[in-house]
């Protein structure tokens, strides 16, 4: 039956007043999915051993602050001290295990007397968490992506940073971590702290080989693919990938090599893959390599605004022209499988995005260099938990593709967060029963009680 506007409407004039009491209202009862996910992960027992070399008599653990840390991120909080905005919230507390919060005070004097062998073993915790969802799903192919993502500061007494190069903030200082990413679970598997003022490659070498001697010897003995960018372009890598049966692709700094500038000038019949991308494939190894390996010259045809007086009545005002990229390779596929490849890696900048916007991996809260480290993997822990909880409540609806896409459809962190983490209720005991009450609606209801099914099953 259609209603009046009379009956629909309704003028609202009085402001109400405000109280304040405790009332065992909580903003974030979705929250029980991760306190049943960190039930199946053990997470705190893991958290506890990382810190176990280290004394401490206050009243709150070590590794109570790490995890106070982890769930701050994952509600999508910045500050530490936005802390003191949530601390009375009931179901925070029963996640965490606690009466009571930690003051800011405490949590920010807990990370200066962290050491750097605690940066590694939380480094190891979440490795292990990646690893063992990937010896789950048995994936039959590991694709890594070696990146490293800008850390700004306007503070120039905070340890450990550097002025480096850096467009967006120039002067700036700043870290330049290293991160090994997995494409097909969209989870950082390992981070390489380093100073802003360093070169891609610095330090990456034995990084790289780190990463896969640990997937080897964890037991994957599946096929192991890697995507890097100019900057891991030397003999070393590339022998030691080929040496461990790992398929690489490699982009090729060509514009500090003379002989490749004079072939891709000189070329004159380019193989035709589309209508904006070529390719030639040119017998070519660097003077002082022991091993050569496939390189196929890409051209890709682009649209350049034409400079100067134009007449729109007559032509269109753009010229095409050509940008160019080499690929080293030991892939036995064709080029332009290779070149879907190689592109997949622009899949990276997505992951960045999503932990700088989401879970705060771009914030630099304290002025040592340990206890910025501790918050870094903080957030890449709470990224791959809340990746974690996706996996669990769904299945993979993609295969592997040719450019290595998530084998999952990742709802964006955010959106997570509100449609069924940030969900007011009510924690109450009728007849002794502890009840968490939220609003009725059933959209919500379905998906947290089949949420909840999935978890307690996977």
């Not at 700043?174 to 969209?186: K, R, V």
């Not at 072939?263 to 660097?286: H, L, V, Y």
């Not at 095409?320 to 390779?329: A, D, G, M, P, S």
């Not at 879907?340 to 999503?354: C, M, V």
Request: aromatic letters at 8%.
């Amino acid at each position: 039956m259609k209603k009046s506007k009379s009956e629909l409407r309704h003028a609202v004039h009085k402001i109400p007043v405000l109280r304040f009491e405790d009332q065992c209202l909580t903003s974030f009862s979705g929250l029980v999915l991760f306190q049943r996910l960190f039930e199946v992960l053990e997470l705190k027992r893991r958290l506890k051993a990382s810190v176990r070399h280290l004394s401490s008599s206050a009243s709150y653990g070590l590794h109570t602050i790490i995890f106070v840390l982890v769930l701050h991120l994952i509600l999508g909080w910045r500050r530490i001290r936005d802390l003191d905005y949530y601390r009375d919230d009931p179901m925070v507390l029963r996640t965490l295990g606690l009466s009571k919060m930690p003051h800011v005070s405490t949590v920010t004097r807990a990370l200066r007397q962290m050491d750097h062998r605690v940066v590694e073993r939380i480094g190891d915790v979440n490795w292990k968490l990646v690893w063992e969802r990937v010896q789950h799903e048995r994936l039959a192919t590991l694709t890594i992506d070696f990146d490293g993502s800008l850390q700004s500061t306007k503070s120039r007494t905070t340890e450990g940073t550097a002025v480096g190069y850096n467009p967006k903030a120039k002067g700036q200082r700043s870290y330049y971590p290293l991160f090994a990413t997995i494409a097909q679970t969209g989870q950082v598997l390992r981070v390489l702290h380093r100073p802003g003022n360093v070169h891609d490659s610095n330090g990456a070498a034995g990084f790289v080989k780190e990463v896969f001697l640990d997937l080897r010897a964890g037991g994957y003995r599946g096929r192991l693919e890697a995507r890097m960018d100019s900057a891991h372009f030397n003999d070393s890598t590339c022998l030691f990938l080929d040496d461990q049966g790992v398929e690489f692709s490699v982009s090729v700094p060509f514009e500090r090599v003379p002989a490749l500038k004079t072939m891709i000038k000189t070329r004159e019949r380019w193989q035709r893959i589309d209508d904006d991308w070529s390719f030639f494939e040119p017998e070519w190894k660097p003077k002082k390599w022991k091993r050569s390996f496939r390189c196929i010259v890409y051209r890709h045809r682009v649209k350049t605004p034409r400079k100067g007086p134009i007449q729109l009545n007559l032509f269109e005002p753009v010229d095409r022209q050509f940008e160019y990229k080499v690929v080293l390779t030991n892939k036995d596929v064709s080029a332009a499988a290779l070149l879907g490849f190689h592109n997949g890696r622009g899949s990276q900048e997505g992951l960045f995005a999503e932990l700088k916007s989401q879970t705060q991996m771009d914030y630099i809260p304290t002025r040592r260099l340990v206890g910025n480290q501790v918050y870094l993997l903080s957030a890449v822990l709470a990224h791959n938990l809340n990746r974690e909880l996706q996996m669990r409540i769904s299945k993979p609806q993609r295969r592997n593709t040719l450019t290595r896409a998530c084998l999952w459809l990742f709802e964006r962190t955010g959106t997570f967060r509100k449609r069924l983490v940030q969900r007011a209720g009510r924690l109450t005991r009728p007849l002794g029963n502890l009840t968490l009450t939220l609003a009725a609606n059933q959209a919500t209801a379905t998906e947290l009680q089949q949420s909840l099914q999935s978890i307690k099953a996977a």
